[in-house]
């Protein structure tokens, strides 16, 4: 995946400065194209259930990186498969 840049220079978003970059909870829904809300993931903060976060003072960021680490542990083959937890 490319971003282009003020000079208009491609950029690798998946190694590029971008990728290693801190993003709010709602940066980070919409880094997930939405698929998870921002309130969703304002729950699952409290639950453990979702991506891993940061919090500096009151802040909650989280990782680019992380995140697509994250969702791509999410992936399965099947509905019947289960994940242990």
Known sequence: MTSMTMSQTPVDIESGPEADGFVTTSEASAELDGAISASWLNKAR????????YKFGSRVVYSRRELREWAASRRRMSTSIHQAA
């Open 46 to 53: 409290c639950t453990g259930e979702g991506p891993p976060f």
